[in-house]
């Protein structure tokens, strides 16, 4: 009977889980999407809560407390955090699957030997495995995100890293193998242990030679790596709900995976054993030419008289908090019915979607905010782009400069409007270490500043003009 | 080499790994169908929607918690279960956060 309610339970509770993701198709469903998720996971807990077996209640309130009292806060960080804290959720995704493995072996080899099957032992090891290295990789990716001070944000390469790295994971796999052989025998625990080890150790290995620009493709396939480790705790424990929400996991970290690899045009191989940010020198183009500066004036004059305005922004507007000030300007600009679209390139910020999220919270009406493939044909009608903070993802070299780190990489044509606008705090190249041609085209003007105080004046150029007329 | 316990031991019916295999090859390709159609405007909120959503490995942490264990097994357990259900806190309030925040005008 109680067997029949799980099954029932979970098979709800899966039905809500594919609910839910159906309905983030749109922005106007989305938020039944979490109410389906919340109550295909509370079904699912209760069912196995009271299953017979589950006798400790009280160690189990207070894991669960614990989770309220570290999960409300995580969940309250600024939205330019948001990055670091999807990463440290995958580390504590793959913990927990780590664990579980380590747990369902151990009480497999004191308790029960029979239940070691080569099976059951083959997924506790690719648990064991994938969980680890998740758990560290994503705490190496989320420090660095966070910019902590131990843990270099340049890409760290030596010689011969790459063998080093497929070796470590070939020693766990084959130390898994042998567990999987020999299960029960005296030595296995210690085994156990070093492949532990190895995983652990690969994680940190993995990400140490990745740098930012490539974090949006990191995150992705570690959340690739986080459902796939619920898959294999499925799988030991025959729990098919698990599977099931482990794989939607690991498909749609998958997808992300993908989708950001095309945008950067580079391979998964490319991504984790490429170190991009290394190899690059400057490529010179052409012979120097100079900037030519714009006055705040001058800029809100040319954005008065446009019709289209495309605004590009980059990770640097969201550094420099400037979204809210951008909002003000598209109030100032709208109100004299100009058209003002924000085109969003898809690895724009730290992950997949963060510069829709950032600028959502500035609100801005999401239906302002367009995907590059759809703005570009557009772009030569668009009488100025005004650049914020953003850079590779607007430099034309990535069209034709081979043998630069961005050549291939789609971009958003700015150089294509009939004007360029472009906000930089400083003359320095951007995260790839590129010039960037855009600024010294002919139709370039620059605004040099903090993006925040560089809109701000513009609003106020704008506010104080119309207030003339 | 047979370990002696593995024949003495009785044993449950054998979990069906065949249909396990099967239902996770399944599961991917609706996940792969479903999740290809979200918004692109959303997949920042996806991501810590589908976090909280295989953080369902809560249900294998609360059978190892709770369960009649010795006491380093259920640590481990407890351990587990306390960081899934960070992930389902966390994951499924800045899902919501952040949805909210997607207006249309």
């Known amino acids: 009977m109680t067997y029949a309610v799980a099954q029932v339970a979970a098979i709800l509770a899966t039905a809500l889980f594919i609910f839910s993701l159906y309905w983030m198709n749109d922005p ?78 151990f009480l497999g080899l004191t308790e029960n030997p029979a239940q070691l099957t080569a099976f059951r032992v083959s997924a506790i090891v690719a648990e064991v495995i994938l969980g680890f290295l998740t758990f560290t990789g994503s705490l190496m990716a989320a420090g660095k995100l966070q910019e902590v001070k131990w843990i270099p944000q340049r890409p760290v390469t030596y010689p011969g890293q790459n063998v080093v790295n497929i070796g470590v994971l070939v020693a766990a796999v084959a130390l898994g193998v042998v567990v999987v052989m020999h299960p029960t025998a005296a030595w296995s625990g210690q085994v156990f242990y070093a492949i532990v080890g190895l995983a652990v150790l690969f994680g940190v290995l993995l990400i140490i030679p990745i740098g930012g620009a490539d974090m949006p493709t990191v995150i992705s396939i570690l959340n690739s790596y986080a459902g796939l480790s619920a898959v294999a705790m499925g799988f030991v424990l025959n729990n098919k709900l698990l599977v099931t929400a482990g794989a939607l996991d690991g498909s749609s970290g998958l997808i992300l995976s993908i989708i950001m690899c095309r945008a950067m045009n580079r391979s998964f191989t490319n991504v984790l054993f490429g170190a991009f940010g290394t190899v690059q020198k400057t490529v010179a183009i052409g012979e120097q030419k100079a900037w030519k500066q714009e006055t705040v004036e001058g800029a809100a004059q040319l954005l008065e008289q446009a019709s289209l305005v495309v605004v590009i922004p980059g990770y640097g507007m969201a550094v420099a908090q400037a979204q809210h000030k951008v909002r003000e300007l598209y109030d100032q600009l709208t109100k004299r019915g100009i058209t003002v679209k924000f085109a969003i390139h898809p690895v724009a910020g730290r992950m997949p979607g963060h510069m829709n999220v950032l600028l959502a919270e500035a609100n801005i009406p999401y239906t302002a905010l367009v995907e590059m493939d759809e703005i570009n044909p557009d772009m030569p009608q668009c009488d100025v782009a005004l650049v914020i903070g953003a850079n590779d993802v607007v430099n034309p070299a990535a069209r034709y400069a081979k043998g630069s780190p961005i050549y291939g990489m789609p971009i958003i044509d700015a150089d294509k409007a009939k004007t360029v606008l472009a906000i930089k705090r400083s003359k320095n190249p951007g995260f790839a270490g590129i010039d960037n041609e855009l600024y010294v085209q002919d139709n370039t003007w620059m605004l040099f500043g903090d993006a925040k105080a560089v809109i701000g004046d513009l609003v106020k150029q704008l506010a104080g003009g119309s207030g003339l007329h | 080499m047979i370990d002696p316990s593995m024949t003495a031991t009785a044993q449950p019916a054998p979990p069906d790994y065949w249909s396990m295999l099967f239902v996770f090859v399944l599961a991917t390709f609706i996940g792969l169908g479903v999740i290809r159609r979200v918004s692109r405007l959303l997949y920042t909120p996806l991501m810590s929607l589908t976090n909280a959503i295989s953080a369902i490995a809560v249900v294998g942490s609360i059978a190892v918690t709770g369960a009649e264990y010795p006491v380093t097994i259920r640590v481990l357990g407890a351990i587990a279960l306390f960081a899934s259900m960070t992930n389902i806190v966390s994951g499924f309030l800045i899902t919501d956060r952040m949805l909210k925040m997607f207006k249309k005008q």
């Open chain 1, 28 to 105: 106007k469903t989305a938020r039944h999407a979490v109410v389906a998720g919340v109550t295909g996971m509370l079904v699912a807990v209760l069912a196995t809560w009271f299953q017979p077996e589950i006798v400790h209640h009280g160690w189990i309130v207070l894991a669960i407390l614990a989770g309220f009292i570290v999960g409300v806060p995580l969940s309250l960080v600024p939205l330019t955090a948001v990055p670091q804290r999807t990463a440290l959720s995958h580390a504590f995704g793959g913990l927990a699957a780590g664990l579980v493995g380590t747990a369902e072996y």
